[in-house]
């Protein structure tokens, strides 16, 4: 695409009222302006033949593959003509998935993920103006990368830190989890303040001396994570999160540490019907394809069939399961059928029900009231606060484990409660 600077369209406009002064005062000498025309036309052609043409431009980009919700990314291009760099302007488009702005330096660009899924960086545009700056060529460069935006693993890596500075690595090996479980790992000689019900007796009299017995984390347990993306899940909290980040965050970190320890993990992500299944997977190199996987979990506005993912989820199930489950619930009606329809998979698998405490009831709740209105308000939020509670307690009737936290601390609360099902033996 060809077309005039605004130095070509000044310099047009700027013998325009002299012509038409030589017009209307002197009109013998009207072939001045014919002139001028001409003159000013033949500088904007000469100037565009002298640039380069669109087909003689390389342009070169690199982006990454993925890329964090929130966290910056620079990337660059590179515009050259016959190996030469060229002064030009760069704009890139992406999808709505990537904010970009200007980076520091010439064709530089930063990039910062909005929200999760399939992000796309679709094309380059690319001006340039003549020698005489009275022309400008563009040209398109289509990009079309796919990018894969992900949850921001920057809290999940410190907290998984946190969470495994005992699980010392030396090499490839890691360091055998003793005293906890109930797989017997070895004998050793019984010291002062360890547990007596783990003296062995039998082997204690046999080499007249107090022996204990050792044990280590049983291991290889399968894990699912049923994550529903309904519509109420898509809602924001407090902290500007939905829901269904919050539970991704929570359940990458404690599938990080879940590979770490030998388990096997899967994701189930179901609303009206099921969005994903991955299957377990096994191993730490396993988590940079469960994030991948995770990234294209959608927001949607469907109403959650509990009925149907979760008779889904049971027929892919062989073995006893940890099946986490996040979800949240409306009215009493919706938490019934979703009771109903758990109550088949308790009688075989382990259930972790994780609830999202509600803040902003509560606050409600404990605010003190001003106005009528504000009384309304309490009243309502403390019966669907009640109701609630009931479902949390009617769920522990049953057999589950609850999960009871405000959002932003789901990911500590869940690993704590899967260290004491590892310590409980429950799988």
Known sequence: MIYPTARAALLAGGGAIPALAVAAFAPDLWSVGLAWVVLVAGLVAADGW???????????????AAMQVGRHNSISATISVNEH?????????T?????VAPGNGAHRFRLTPNRRGAGEIKKLWVRWRGPLGLVWKQCIKPIEQQVVITSDMRLVEEEAVNIL?????????????RGQ????DSLREFQAGMDSRTIDWKHSARHRSLLSREFRTEKNHSIIFAIDTGRLMSDPVRNGLSRLDHALN?????????????????????????????????????????????????????????????????????????IIIFTDFADSTSAEIMLTNLAPLMKRHLILFVAFRDEEIEDLIDTEPVETEDVTR?????????????????????GALIVDTPSNRIGAGLVNQYVKIKRRNLL
């Open 250 to 322: 929570a359940a990458l970190l404690m599938s990080y540490v879940s590979l770490k320890l030998g388990d096997r993990v899967g994701f189930f992500a179901f609303d009206a019907k099921p969005r994903l299944k991955t299957g377990v997977v096994s191993g730490p190199n396993a988590f940079t394809l469960l994030q991948n996987l995770t990234a294209k979990i959608d927001y949607t506005n469907e109403e959650t069939n509990f009925t149907l993912g979760l008779m889904e989820l049971s027929s892919k199930l062989d073995r006893r399961t940890l």
């Open 85 to 93: 760099d060229l002064n030009c302007e760069s704009r890139l488009e």
């Open 378 to 398: 309490a009243v309502i939020a403390d019966t669907l606060s009640r109701e609630r509670e009931l479902v949390i307690a009617k769920l522990q009737r049953m």
């Open 165 to 177: 500075t005992r699980e010392n690595l030396f090499g490839d090996k890691i360091q055998i989890d």
């Open 95 to 99: 999808n709505e998935f990537i904010d």
């Open 50 to 64: 002298l640039s380069p043409w669109p087909s003689t431009v390389f342009i070169r980009m690199s982006a990454p």
């Open 181 to 184: 479980g109930s797989e017997f």
